[in-house]
């Protein structure tokens, strides 16, 4: 793991395998819901030193926590931060713009729901089956399955039906393909149906180059169903979280990525890929806390899915190559 700007490695290396190391203890403690390594906040700034990461869901005062719940300042000289968080899946909408409409062809960053489940999350991008090397739609898994009994299979529309989205059975464009929902992944792809082209582009960001480990610090965008185009840093590469809203209940991630600045990310965003400066995929957005964003490391997110993020043939170009033959 590294830091933005030449930081140093052998410090997040020990901050990491401290974190790791009293993950278990730290989680212990009452209204604790979460352990990660990123920068820590003094008086509500954000500096560039690391710490070790706890997440609270409210943040107490000292005079009102018994001896045995206050957290230490300090754990193998790594200082620890303590923030006050609550994080949810962002898959029920509000209501946008352009990034809600119907598109033809599409794009990454827009709306798309599975039409079974109804409601509407964010068509990531792009990618590319390691077993078929046909095109998918990738998103989160409770965005495209979402329910403990989807099959593959079911119909996948654009735009999605949450939030005033207008997707009717008419606009199915893709079929579930594959699912998981993991400690580390909450990814799905879909399998294009034929009615629609899947362009490489992310909606006013362009194509995507690939995929990039999460550098801590690094200043990373997104385009999402919800609120467009936003940015932010990375403040967190390690973050173990519970995460509410699963159709099971409470969910624990490990090794998610968090953003921060503003609001980077608001229900409806699921599925949306991080990039960093050179448009390289950095994670898959996924949940989030006022002020921040969640997303699974797009590494594991590949694994998982078994999927490529530039090696393959685009239905469009498949038939472009083909057509003449069929003739």
């Known amino acids: ?22 993950a278990g203890r730290l989680r212990a403690y009452p209204n604790v819901i979460g352990v ?24 107490l005062p000292r005079s009102r926590l018994a001896d045995a719940e206050v957290l230490p300042d300090e754990i193998d000289g790594v200082p620890i931060d303590v923030i006050e968080a609550r994080f949810e899946v962002h898959g029920g909408p509000d209501p946008t713009d352009e ?5 033809n062809p599409m794009v990454g960053g827009i709306s798309v729901g599975n039409e079974v489940l109804g409601g509407s999350g964010t068509l990531g991008g792009s990618v590319f089956d390691n ?7 990738l998103s989160n898994w409770h965005v495209l399955c979402g329910s403990l009994t989807c099959a593959v299979g079911e119909p996948v529309i654009q735009p999605g039906t949450g939030g005033g989205d207008t997707g009717t059975p008419a606009d199915i464009v893709g079929r579930l393909h594959r699912s998981v ?15 629609r082209f899947l362009r490489r582009d992310l909606l006013n960001l362009g194509p995507f180059a690939g995929a990039s480990d999460p550098v801590l610090g690094a200043q990373v965008r997104k385009s999402g169903r919800t609120t467009g185009v936003t940015d932010g840093v990375i403040t967190d590469v390690s973050a173990e979280i519970d995460v509410i809203g699963y159709p099971q209940g409470t969910l624990t991630f490990q090794n998610q990525i968090v953003i921060e600045n503003g609001d980077p990310s608001a229900p409806g965003d699921s599925g949306s890929l991080w990039v960093d400066g050179s448009n390289r995929v950095v994670g898959l957005n996924f949940a989030g806390s006022p002020g921040r964003a969640v997303a699974n490391p797009i590494a594991a997110v590949i694994d998982a899915l078994d999927i490529d993020l530039q090696h393959g043939i685009t239905m469009q170009h498949f038939l472009a190559a083909t057509g003449p033959l069929l003739h």
């Open 36 to 59: 990660g390594v990123g920068l820590k906040e003094v008086g509500g700034v954000r500096t560039d030193q690391v710490a070790i990461r706890v997440y609270v869901e409210r943040k």
């Open 1 to 22: 793991m590294s830091i933005a700007g030449g930081g140093d490695d052998a410090l997040m290396r020990r901050a990491t395998e401290a974190k790791r190391a009293a």
């Open 181 to 195: 929902l993991a400690d580390e992944v909450d990814a799905a792809v879909a399998v294009l149906s034929g009615h």
């Open 99 to 103: 990034h809600r409409l119907r598109h």
């Open 131 to 137: 077993r078929t090397r046909q095109d998918l739609m």
